[in-house]
Structures are given as structure tokens and as C-alpha cells.
């Protein structure tokens, strides 16, 4: 006789927002207003998830009224009426807001207009000194205009490319927004990009100006750039203008301008009304093989999705304190800029991650009084190894939520926020993409947080989970699909004339539904967990993991620094899974260590995906913003030249790449 399985019982959250938290979240509000004016389902009374469920659905199943009530919940300024809201669904190619015209910078400078606003910091910028200096939203407005002035003056027009190569300060945002003020197309790398990684992507898009530094500080040091802006503007044709900013007091070199000849004036901005999907920035995937995709992101898309995302998703607004650790060549920095435009001030960073020690973002947050801090999976980990204990030595009080990205949270991380953060703390692991610019599923203020979980799908975001056969499946690992247009998708990627590129890149799949490249499970609570690429997966045996589970196991040992797993189909038929590992400093690859390496992944996720060899390595290569390479690494490791393999000015070290070269020399 055989018995029934019994239930199992649902997991108990982490965390539960309380009553007044929920009440005053701007998601709350937004639901009542757009059940009442919008045709919305009403809220559920005392049941925030059920509340939250029913206006995703209506916000993917309605997206006119869902998106005209979002612009007018924050007054977004068409300067001339849009005639519908969406014209066109197809995938791509949708049309958002046929005939409005607007400004993003406009709305991201609008919070100086209120004189009871207009000496409160816009920005607060802190170097390595951890000692913050404000901006005023009365400055940062009369810079932004005195620059959009000169762009003219220079002969930008609307559509021309404007680039920076900068670290996160004021300037950066200064120029961002004059840019987008005068219409032009903002594009930016950070100055740790070599030349040739620069090149790669200032090369397609043809900027006529460049705003460039004369070097930096990092871990304490100064790095110099000098040469690499000469090279830039030998190899950059189209730049009529090279604009100096002297970060390590450097004079100008011959020909260019001065930042400060340039700002000095206190100018009204004037703002070009250009149509919703006029360019307003460029940005660039990795680029691990071939150039970098360009991908073009429009001023209407974007103000009105970060708007969505800020507002209703982070319940940021005036009187709130916007960090997240970043730098100018990754999309979270574009999006930290737009934490202005909710009136928010922005925490802006330049240095290094962990200098002088592991605890100095959480110490920027304490002295900037930050109330959402955002940094990265791998810092939230590495603060764990350290010993780092920020709520016994810091002052966190103001810090409402910790949101991270660019790889999922391990359920440690989330752990260890609880315990060593704040018990009462909102942890949001979100999760987007560059090619967005935004998150598909994350951070909400009004649902629980289960551990190793992110709380929901956005609100407009169609995100499911769909089989090889393409068809959505709960509770089982799919492919992270989203299934209709969002308004911050890439209008096309820069050079791709007929869109073959982009379609490839997102629609090849699933023709007309975006095929993002993840790993996802939606769990019949609603929330969704990240198990890593796609592309990347571990397939032994048929059963499929991702390499996010590897590391989190692995990664807890305390003699591994950083790991990397790859799975080679071999010609033979047969199936190579190495796992490198970066030690510890004064550890050793010994068998004590071998075995419990072993075991950790036997016991905790599937014998099959025990690694058929572990290898040290000096290191573990990554892209230039920070994510694992995985993919080159493997086609290095089934014989791929390395000069097609990857292209080595996106990765940090690129030297490290000949290790895995030399490895599959050996191996064939």
C-alpha cells in the first residue's frame, strides 16, 4: 500500500514589511489610484501578495492603462500629447507613445524649480577620503545648462554622439544631462578601460565630442590616462572637441577645452523636445566574442520605465538617499543617475570597492546617510568571508533596503544581511540587464522576502519561465522569457541596419518573444529565483544546473575565493566539467580540501554535477563589469583560438585566458 505525499510546507520569509511601511509605500498608493481611475483590480485588504499579484497581471494584461497611469501618478511633461500609448506590440519594433515629445533631462533637473528644494543636495560625491561633497540641485541645474550651452555652441545637434571617458563624479552627470538636454546620444566607459576596450566601443557609434580625465585614484593610488586620451583622440576621427577635466591637476593638452571655462556660467538649460523614442543613450553588452552590441535606449523608454522602477519599486523619492556601487561602464550607473529624477539624492562613488578595507561601502552609506544602498552579490559575500559586521560597526539606521545584482544572491548572502545588517531589513536581489537598462523581476515594498528569492516579476515586465518547446512552466526551471514589449527595450543597436543583429541576439528562439538568456524559476508564491545563463548551463546526464548553484555551494568554503565551472561537450560524445578554483590566501589545494570540495556539491545540489577535476588557478577572469566569463572560457577549453574565443579587451586580465589556452593544448 502506498501513501499520498503529504504537502510540503511553504518556507517562512525572512522578512515582512509592517503595516506602516506598506501603507505608505508609493506601490500602495499607485494601486488605489489606478483602481480608481485606471480600471486596475482593487486591492485585496490585508493581503499584499494577492494585492501585488492582481496589479501585475492587469499592468502586463492592460499595458495602455497601466502605463498612462504611471506617467500621470509622476507627471511626466509631454510637451506634445501622445496620440496611444502603445501603437504596435510586435517584438521588437514596438511603438511607445507615437506623436509625445519630451526631455529626460528635464525631468531629472525639474526638483530644482521648487525653491524650497533648490540648495538641498542633488548629488553627494565621495572619493576614497569617504567625505561626501554636495552638489545643490540650484548648482547641478545651472552647470547642466552652462554646458548645454557650449555643446551647441560646439555644434551638437540632436542626434550626434557624446562621449566620457569617467569615473563616477558630478562631471559625468553634468555632462550626461546636457547632452540629453541639447537631444544628443551620451555614451560612457569607465577610465580603467584600456584603449583598445574603449576604441571598441567609441569606434561604432562616432562621437563628435569626448569629455576625458586625466587619470583617477583607486585602492590609493593614482592612475594616470593620459596617454590612453592621446591615443583615443588619434584613433577617434570624428571628435571636433576633446573636453578636459583635471582630476589629478594635470594641465590641458593642446586643443582642448577646460571643464571649468565651460561650466562656470550659471545658465538657465533650454531643453530639446525630441520625440519618445529619439536615442537618448548608448550602451554595450560585455563583448566577450566580437565587438561590444551597441544598444540604443530611447528618452521616453527610459524615463518612464526608471520612473516605474525608482518610484514604485525602490519607493525612492524626495528626501531619500540613492547609493549603489558602480562605475560608468556598467548600466546600474546610468540608472543611479536617474534616481534624480523621482528627487532623490544620488550617491555617487569613485574608488575603490574595498579600500582602505572590506567595510568601506558600508561605511559611505553611514556618512552619506544613504536609505537605499546597492552594491554587488559578490561584495555582500566577500563582507561575509571577511568578518565584516556593519550593524555593530556602523551607523545603518537610515539604510531602509539592500539591493544587489549582477549575480544572483546566495541564500548565505541574504542570511548574513539578516544577522549582521539588520533583523528589520528589506533585502532586494533584483536582477535586469544592460539591455534593458532595467530589472525584470526584484525589489517590491509591500511582499515578503523568502530567502535566496527575488520578491516578484516587475509591474509591465510579462517575465515567465518557458521549456524547450516554449511553454511556460511553474516551479521548474525555464528559460527567462518576457513576452511583451517593455518601453526601455533597445529601439536597435547602433550599425544594424536591417536588424538582424538585435533579432538574433534576443528573438531566435522564441520568434517574438525576447529570450533574455537566463535560467529562471517562478514559484507558484510569485516569486522568482536566478539560477545563471543559459548558455552557460551544466548538462550531465540530461539534468540541467546552473553555474550560480556551483558557486553559491562552493563558494562557502572558506579556503575558496572565487570559483568558475564550465561543462565542455566533447567531439567524442563525452562531457568534460572541470571547476577552477582561486584560493584563499595561505590555502592549498590539498586533498583534505579536494574531498570536501567534492562532497559540498554530492550532498547540497546532485552527485551528477560533481566536477571530473578541480584545477587552481592564479585567478578567475571576468568582463570588464565584473561577471564571470564563462563562454569564452569554454570555447577556449574545446580548442577555439584564442583570437576568436573572446575578445581580450573585455575582460580584466586578459592574461589570465592564456592559462585556459595552454590547458587545452595539453588536454588535445
Known sequence: MTTAPQPVDPPEPLWRPGEDRIARAQVTRFHSRAAERHGAPAPVPGDTVASYTALHRWSVEEPEPFWQALTEWCDVRFSSPYERVLADRAMPGARWFPGATLNYAEHALRTAEDPARAAEPALLHVDETHEPRPVSWAELRGRVGALAAELRRLGVRPGDRVSGYLPNIPQAVVALLATAAVGGVWTSCAPDFGARSVLDRFQQVEPVVLFAVDGYHYGGKRHERTDVVAELRAELPTVRAVVHIPLLGTP?????????????????????????????????????????????????GILVEHLKQLALHCDLGPGDRFFWYTSTGWMMWNFLVSGLLVGSTVVLYDGSPGHPDTGAQWRIAERTGATLFGTSAAYVMACRKAGVRPGRDFDLSRVQCVATTGSPLPP????????????????????GGTDVCSCFAGAVPTLPVYIGELQAPCLGTDLQAWDAQGKPVVDEVGELVVTAPMPSMPIHFWNDPDGSRYRDSYFEMFPGVWRHGD???????????????????????????????????????????????????????????????????????????????????????????????????PAV????????????????????????????????????????????????
Open 252 to 300: 590641458a593638452p593642446e586643443g582642448a577645452l577646460e571643464w571649468d571655462a565651460l561650466t562656470a556660467g550659471d545658465t538657465e538649460p533650454v531643453f530639446e523636445q525630441v520625440p519618445f523614442d529619439h536615442p537618448l543613450w548608448v550602451l554595450y553588452s560585455s563583448g566577450t566574442t566580437g565587438l561590444p552590441k551597441a544598444i540604443v535606449q530611447s528618452q521616453g
Open 412 to 431: 548565505d548572502g541574504f542570511r548574513w544581511i539578516h544577522d549582521e545588517v539588520a533583523e528589520n531589513m528589506w533585502i532586494a536581489s533584483v536582477s
Open 519 to 617: 535560467w529562471i524559476t517562478l514559484t507558484s508564491r510569485g516569486t522568482v529565483v536566478i539560477h545563471g545563463r543559459s548558455d552557460s548551463t551544466l548538462n550531465r546526464q540530461g539534468v540541467r544546473m546552473g553555474s550560480a548553484d556551483i558557486y553559491e555551494a562552493v563558494e562557502r568554503l572558506p579556503e575558496i575565493r572565487e570559483s568558475l565551472v564550465i561543462g565542455v561537450e566533447q567531439p567524442d560524445g563525452g562531457y568534460w566539467m572541470p571547476l577552477f578554483v582561486h584560493l584563499a590566501p595561505g590555502a592549498t589545494l590539498d586533498d583534505d580540501l579536494l574531498d570536501r570540495i567534492k562532497r559540498t556539491i554530492r550532498e547540497e545540489l546532485s552527485p551528477r554535477h560533481v566536477p571530473d577535476e578541480v584545477i587552481e588557478v
Open 621 to 668: 577572469p571576468h568582463t570588464l563589469t565584473g561577471k564571470r566569463i564563462e563562454v569564452p572560457v569554454k570555447r577556449l577549453l574545446q580548442g577555439t583560438p584564442l583570437e576568436k574565443a573572446v575578445n581580450p579587451g573585455s575582460v580584466d586580465n586578459a592574461g589570465l585566458l592564456s592559462f585556459y589556452e595552454r590547458l587545452a593544448r595539453e588536454r588535445n
